[in-house]
């Protein structure tokens, strides 16, 4: 990397908490400190997603791209090629150890898929080249298969055999290079894989076509010998009226339903949970408890706006309770934390492209502290095993067991008066949770 493109930029030190202001450094991330029994970087594996931090421009529905980029000039191979260098010395400022890409994030499409291939090859090369050099790891790389006109109506679920076989070649490429570039998981992210309208749409058939594809991608991947984790990532509405991959219980149902779920599981997004009407919590927890979790896509929406606005996560209260569940899983496995997040369109220096990062690996890394002391402390646990103490014992066991029937519960019930069931309740105490989980936020990060 002969070449600087950031040399105003330094290598992001961890500077501690005793500085207010936030400056090029981390107050809560130290990567080598160990928490919980792991260091900070294997609890959270922090990757940078390459199509935000180095192909957005920070343009929207209504206005052009803001961005000031040193690679701004270069078109076709010349570009691509820039942004693997500039890449490279981000992710070595940044102090991170992983990054993801869609394949057509990082070449140029050709004039046909054989042209296209050999395009993402050579930039492929470059990064397997630059991994040997700097140790940086691939968390996961995917398929874009939602931006061409040719995915108008969907990939693996177009009404149109071509497009799906188009996809499918894609795909196959797709995991080619996840096994040439040693990504530690594969994620399918069905951009348009869903419908407008019921009135044009064999809903089945599509579903059961999707579900061939991702059968036939399984299939190959064993093929080929890649052994890395293959993935599903949840996304409701936008830019479809529904998506067949609605939420974590959705796609869950479907994986169930077609028999999947012993091959893949979930990469989960915090801005794609709240456009569900879901929490960060509620997706992770939903695919923690089925087994299925995976993967985490690091950011944030605004609660007062209905489009995925890709946010750069701040809010301590939301890291904590994901990490919570991250805790409670042991950890992501071969999974990560993604920052699949840009600068705000008016933060359009390439000083903010690390800002962005900083707060984002700063928020969680606090959220894991925090999260690691209440999962100590037991904080929630014995709250809730109190709550539903009843069922251990007596005719709540019995429920538990099998052992009740109607019958049985019946007469047990029938003849107890309404002052002993209404004595039965427990308050929930959500607001002494709330507060006791604030406490523990500000106690543990002062």
């Known amino acids: 990397m002969a070449k600087t493109y950031f040399p105003n930029v330094s290598n992001v030190p961890f500077v501690g908490t005793k500085e207010l202001k936030s400056g090029l450094g981390y107050h809560y991330y130290n990567a080598d400190e160990v928490v919980g029994g792991k260091k900070m970087r294997d609890w959270l594996k922090f990757s940078v997603a390459y199509w935000h931090t180095f192909g957005q421009e920070l343009n929207d529905i209504f206005g052009d791209g803001t961005a000031i980029r040193p690679w701004h000039g270069l078109t076709g191979m010349d570009l691509a090629k820039a942004r693997v260098e500039a890449s490279f010395e981000f992710f070595q400022k940044m102090g991170v150890d992983y990054y993801c890409f869609h394949d057509r994030d990082v070449a140029p499409e050709g004039l046909t898929l054989h042209e296209t ?10 990064f397997v080249d630059y991994q040997k050099q700097t140790g940086m790891k691939v968390l ?12 108008v109506s969907g990939a693996a679920s177009s009404p149109f055999a071509e497009v799906f076989a188009y996809a499918a070649a894609q795909v196959k490429h797709g995991l080619d290079t996840a096994k040439k570039v040693g990504a530690e998981n594969y994620v399918f992210w069905g951009g ?24 036939m991608a399984a299939d190959y991947a064993k093929e080929i010998g890649y052994e890395g984790q293959l993935l599903l990532e949840p996304k409701p509405k936008e830019p479809m009226m529904h998506q067949y991959d609605f939420d974590a219980a959705t796609t869950i149902a479907f994986m169930k339903t077609y028999g999947l779920e012993g091959t893949y599981k979930l990469n989960l997004e915090g801005n794609h949970a709240n456009l569900a009407g879901h929490t960060y919590q509620h997706e992770i927890r939903t695919a923690r408890e089925a087994g299925l ?48 997040a840009k600068p705000r369109r008016s933060s359009f220096t390439v000083e903010d492209m690390f ?3 900083i707060v984002g690996m700063d928020t969680f890394a606090a959220g894991l502290k925090v999260a690691l002391r209440l999962k100590e402390d037991r904080v929630f646990e014995g709250f809730v095993a109190d709550r539903y103490a009843s069922f251990d014992s007596g005719i ?25 069931l209404l004595a ?8 002494e ?3 006791t989980l604030n406490h523990y936020i500000i106690d543990t990060l002062k």
């Open 433 to 435: 949770l709330k507060d």
């Open 140 to 151: 996961w790389n995917t398929a874009n298969m939602f931006t061409n006109p040719r995915f």
């Open 192 to 215: 348009r894989e869903g419908y407008e309208s019921l009135l044009n749409t064999d809903m089945k058939r599509e579903q059961e076509h999707l579900a061939k594809f991702f059968h």
């Open 396 to 420: 709540g066991a019995d429920v538990e067991s099998g052992k009740a029937t109607f019958e049985t519960l019946n007469d047990y019930i029938i003849d107890k008066p309404q002052s002993e």
């Open 293 to 340: 979790l995976g993967s985490l896509d690091a950011n944030q929406g605004d609660k007062l706006i209905g489009w995925d606005i890709d946010e750069f996560p701040s809010d301590l209260y939301e890291a904590t309770l994901a990490m919570y569940e991250v805790v409670e899983n042991g950890g992501l496995g071969n999974g990560g934390l993604n920052f699949d």
């Open 117 to 126: 291939n050999k395009n993402l090859d050579e930039i492929t090369d470059m």
């Open 355 to 357: 800002y962005g990062h």
């Open 424 to 431: 039965a309740t427990k308050s929930g105490r959500i607001e």
